[in-house]
T-cell receptor
Framework: EAGVAQSPRYKIIEKRQSVAFWCNPI?????LYWYQQILGQGPKLLIQFQNNGVVDDSQLPKDRFSAERLKGVDSTLKIQPAKLEDSAVYLC??????????????FGPGTRLTVL | GNSVTQMEGPVTLSEEAFLTINCTYTATGYPSLFWYVQYPGEGLQLLLKATKADDKGSNKGFEATYRKETTSFHLEKGSVQVSDSAVYFC????????????FGAGTRLFVKA
């Protein structure tokens, strides 16, 4: 079974530029998550989708971050414009809806973003 | 709101030593509790979980018991190996409001041969 795919793996940009990350979850997983992991901290949920719909985006900085999940499969996370404090690893994860609160999340390898 | 607190690292142990990584939580309702592990150069993966009070999760020699009375989910292993060197994250998923997951800050473990 293929895992969660993310691209690119690494990205370096200047502040005020824009950047986009792509995620392809495990086939059949209706729930998709984007996390931000700053060095030395645990992952922080940015947005959670169930199929096409947003379940939680309370910690997404909506003035600069946006995310979409067209057709309930792939997802894209965008930052525009980027700030220095956005330097982090962006993790995508997916899970089965039927797992509920006890469901395991499967993580991709992450995209390491450096903003100069 | 919900939160997870882990002991700070790094933790450095010799091979075959006993490991405890403390984790306490604050949550409303009855969350599920997890330990995820991140080996060097790899993504996070589930190590073990427990979904209700007094449940014990176990995997690869690691164990953790869901203690509601002390709101804790400490990770233990009787004899660590060099290959256990990794970062360990305690996490909870609430069973209300869309199953939101909160992670602790992580504890880095170094095991010396």
């Amino acid at each position: 079974e293929a895992g969660v795919a993310q691209s690119p793996r690494y990205k370096i940009i200047e502040k005020r530029q824009s950047v986009a990350f792509w995620c392809n979850p495990i086939s059949g997983h209706a729930t998709l998550y984007w996390y931000q992991q700053i060095l030395g901290q645990g992952p922080k949920l940015l947005i959670q989708f169930q199929n096409n719909g947003v379940v939680d985006d309370s910690q997404l900085p909506k003035d600069r971050f946006s995310a979409e999940r067209l057709k309930g499969v792939d997802s894209t996370l965008k930052i525009q414009p980027a700030k220095l404090e956005d330097s982090a690893v962006y993790l995508c994860a997916s899970s089965l809806v039927s797992g509920g609160a006890s469901g395991e999340q499967f993580f991709g390898p992450g995209t390491r973003l450096t903003v100069l | 709101g919900n939160s997870v607190t882990q002991m700070e690292g790094p933790v450095t142990l010799s091979e075959e030593a006993f490991l405890t990584i403390n984790c306490t939580y604050t949550a409303t309702g009855y969350p599920s509790l997890f330990w995820y592990v991140q080996y060097p150069g790899e993504g996070l993966q589930l190590l073990l979980k427990a979904t209700k009070a007094d449940d014990k999760g176990s995997n690869k020699g690691f164990e953790a018991t869901y203690r509601k009375e002390t709101t804790s989910f400490h990770l233990e292993k009787g004899s660590v190996q060099v290959s256990d060197s990794a970062v360990y994250f305690c996490a909870l998923t609430s069973n209300t409001g869309g199953f939101k997951t909160i992670f602790g800050a992580g504890t880095r473990l170094f095991v010396k041969a």
